[in-house]
């Protein structure tokens, strides 16, 4: 077996390589001065399983992605097993308005292409799975991120909005603390109004578990009503952090620990999901 890794997860694919002691496969990835994508494969990979790990998102890794596939397909391997950490485009799962692609589906669809199976984690709509047109795996990231959760003791699980309240159940359940729910209601792109209902979290720690950080504009909004609420401490956890533009400062100021998974990799990423994709591939 082998791993490749694009250059969206190095990270993970070395800390996915040491849990297996599968071996990286030597690759080249560069980009031209016009942003076109170079990659070669310094290995010969006849007879291999190989294990790709890319994101699709942003819209250049896709592009590697599809590289990276051509590459590996010119061998003679046995299989190919894509791992998506994130996948991108993930959000449209619908046709919201007349003239809109459905861009979950038809990434789904051309993902699939050449790939035997995919595993992929933490999707935005969980249905998205069955768009793929090879055997997909979803894999769940919640309980590494409860066990790390853990370190801080929290004295209540709070869920951001309506579509985090069963990972917040999940990890209520986990650590055995109760857990509360706020409404949200987005006025744009950047910033939503947020309603917490009769809530106490006077002098407790309060930790925050989202699926995704973006913008930021949710936490942020969130954390400082939580905490003029008298919050002693608030913890956010999320498993894709994206974090675009200033989201991480915008963030800080009033949340006191914030920390993602490596399906994206970046300065929080202190939580790895390579466990749970070994448990599948091995």
């Known amino acids: 077996m082998r791993i490749v890794s694009g250059s969206s997860s190095l990270m993970l694919s070395s800390r996915l390589s040491e849990i297996t002691k599968i071996p990286m496969a030597h690759r080249e990835i560069k980009r031209f001065s016009d942003g076109e994508c170079y990659v070669r494969l310094h290995e010969n990979l006849d ?4 294990i790709l790990v890319q994101n699709t998102y942003p819209d250049s890794n896709i592009i590697e992605y599809f590289l990276l596939v051509d590459a590996i397909r010119q061998y003679k391997i046995k299989s190919l097993t894509s791992v998506i950490p994130y996948f991108g485009y993930g959000r449209q799962d619908k046709r919201f308005n007349e003239g809109e692609p459905i861009s979950a589906k038809v990434f789904a669809e051309h993902l699939s292409e050449n790939v035997d199976r995919i595993l992929t984690i933490n999707l935005h709509n969980p249905e998205v ?31 951001p909005d309506k579509g985090s309240i069963e990972r917040a159940k999940y990890l209520s359940e986990l650590l055995n603390k109760p857990f509360i729910s706020l409404e949200k209601k987005r006025i744009d792109s950047d910033n939503v109004e947020i309603h917490t209902g009769d809530i106490d979290v006077k002098n407790k720690v ?52 914030i920390f993602s998974t490596d399906t994206i990799e970046n300065e929080k990423s202190v939580v790895t999901v390579a466990e749970e994709i070994a448990s599948k591939i091995l």
């Open 47 to 50: 007879g291999e399983d190989v």
């Open 129 to 159: 799975i069955n768009w793929f047109k090879v055997p997909a795996i979803e894999i769940r990231a919640e309980k590494v991120l409860a066990k790390y959760f853990e370190k801080f003791n929290p004295d209540i699980i709070v869920s």
């Open 206 to 257: 309060v930790a925050i578990i989202d699926d995704m950080i973006s913008t930021g504009g949710t936490i942020s909004t969130a954390s400082t009503i939580l905490k003029n609420l008298g919050a002693s401490k608030i913890v956010v956890g999320c498993i894709h952090g994206l974090f675009v533009a200033n989201a991480l400062n915008r963030i800080q100021r009033t949340v006191d620990i």
